[in-house]
């Protein structure tokens, strides 16, 4: 029952996304837009700051992540079905885990499209280790999306939603973004340098696990009232 | 686990929001076969007792009884139990009339899930626009497929807030038919409202609500004047 929910509340987000493309064009047109403003910004001399390209991957990534968050809740409020989810027989856990894999599917695309304008724009070799950098960006992804998902679903219906999304989601996952940032670094180096991407990953998979157990935990008490 | 009960008891119930006291001290039953009309103003405290009925919104003091459950002891087996139709229609208006009724059979685990979306679809007069977005529905359309799908489980309890709102007469008829015949199977149907014209052929009680308490409880044909009596102005 629970995965079933899951998948259903899952697939229900991504046939509304197909049809409406709302969220998804959004989150790709600004998350582009990041890259191509940091990409004229950070040039000296012709060449680029070193390690900028990590970081602005990973800032292109958060922000356009929070905008995708804010827009899925948004629209589970203005219909108020958010109410209609919470009284389905399910563990509510598993409203949680529908509505976050939604949103990574949205994070997942933008990121199919970042990583390759990033490389072209930056001339970084960003793809020289393409599997250790999608381990860092799956892992990355699904610690910033865990938390902002339990975060969005319990702004949904304060009146600041808007400003305080981002004023709570950013200080909880710096460690996210630095582990992000510093293990894409690690594999732009010229060689590669393995042993520290993996030590990033790691850590970034820790993270994963704390905060989805965190976030299992407390939606359902945090979405009674 | 499965579980139904055939009455509601709820005992002094409370809910402040820090000083504000939206609901206080209420007592209210409500057995299987009978409609309930919440009735009174605005800010009486009608929707935060749907709300805590529905499980949505816990009580700050006092206790629902759903038979011999509360909403801890019963939680998501309770839930399948439960039907509502809130003010806004819970309803996804990119999708499909069937595909929302679809949704939410999956959701609520109905057993034989396209025979009852079928059935919801004739219940709603929509087969003809089944497969069409709801975006495109009127209002009366919406609420029609709202109602539906608030009842595809064949929930015990079934709470509506404000169900009247933008019908026209010929949508009011069928809703007001429709909950006599959910309370012929058995069924709570607990409504806040204020239409009250709209109200008066479908409820067996109105309990009367001003600032957060139940100011009167009145039969059928007594509650218009009951209603004067508390509020202190005619209908």
Known sequence: MFFRTAWTVFRKDVTIEIRSRETLATTIFFALSVVVVFAFALVRDGRLVTDAAAGILWIAIAFSGTLALGRTFERERYTDTLRALLLAPADRPAIYVGKLLGILAVIFVAECLLVPLVALLFDTALLARPFHLAALLVSGTVGFAAVGTLFAAMLVRAQSRDVLLPVLLYPMTIPVIIAGVRGTAALMQPPPDEPMAIFWLTLLTSFDAVFLTLALWTFEPLMTD | ?235
């Open chain 2, 1 to 235: 686990m499965t579980i139904d009960f055939d009455r509601i008891e709820l005992s002094s119930v409370s809910r402040h929001y820090g000083r504000r006291r939206a609901l206080h001290d209420v007592s209210l039953a409500c057995e299987a076969g009978e409609v309930i009309a919440l009735v009174g103003p605005n800010g009486a405290g009608k929707s935060t007792l749907l709300a805590i009925v529905s499980t949505l919104l816990t009580p700050t003091a006092g206790q629902v009884h759903y038979g011999t459950y509360t909403a801890a002891s019963g939680r998501a087996a309770l839930r399948r139990r439960l039907g509502w139709l809130g003010h806004e229609l819970q309803l996804y208006p990119e999708l499909t009339a069937r595909e929302n009724l679809r949704f939410f059979a999956t959701l609520m685990d109905v057993a034989d899930g396209e025979a009852r979306v079928n059935e919801a679809l004739r219940a709603a007069r929509l087969e003809s626009r089944a497969d069409d977005v709801v975006s495109s529905f009127s209002r009366g359309m919406r609420q029609r497929l709202a109602l539906e799908r608030a009842l595809i489980h064949n929930p015990r309890l079934v709470l509506l807030d404000e169900p009247f709102t933008g019908l026209d007469g010929a949508s009011a008829d069928v809703l007001r038919e429709r909950l006599r015949a959910l309370a012929g199977h058995g069924c709570l149907v607990l409504f806040a409202t204020h239409e009250f014209g709209l109200a008066d052929d479908v409820l067996d009680r109105a309990a009367i609500m001003r600032d957060g308490r139940i100011a009167a409880l009145a039969s059928a044909g007594d509650w218009r004047a009951a209603y004067g009596d508390a509020i202190g102005r005619g209908l």
